[in-house]
């Protein structure tokens, strides 16, 4: 599943990232190979001294905060690429925290949320909720996944998880 982030992300080698939620680092390392620099949020306190550890000399910075409480604009010097794995229950107050950081902007947005979510997030005109892309982004929800891939796993999906990338 890392694999098919990074590559929904079309990072070039120039670019850089802001990964949401590192966790365990599995998608970070793939992140790292591909992007020019990676700057990760844990809220974890241990898991981020942990990925610390994995990371050191590499091109990854970790920040143990809560992303709903820094600018993420404030690790950049010139627009950045967004990777996340969002809980469900972050997901609408991430988003919006996200679009509207800057500048610099995010240049886009992959992200893995709940399938319910992921469609709201790429309803079309006529279509929308509170979470639909707006004017100046399109959004496309590419294939469901299970939700047995996320660790720790998430309650309440009803077996169905879904990738949302936001251009």
Known sequence: MASAIVKAAALQPAEEVLEVGPGLGVLTERLARA????????????????????FDGANVTVHTADVLKVEPA???????????????????????HLLA????????LVVMVQAEVAERIAAQPGDMSSLAVGAGAGAHRPPRTSRGIFSPAEGGLGGRSARAAVR
């Open 101 to 108: 950081a800057g500048p610099p902007f995010a240049l886009r």
């Open 74 to 96: 404030s690790f950049f010097e010139k627009p950045f690429v967004v990777v996340a794995n969002l809980p469900y229950h972050i997901t609408s107050p991430a988003l919006r």
């Open 35 to 54: 992007a020019h620099r990676v700057v990760a949020v844990e809220i974890d306190t241990e898991l981020a001294s942990a990925l610390r550890v994995e």
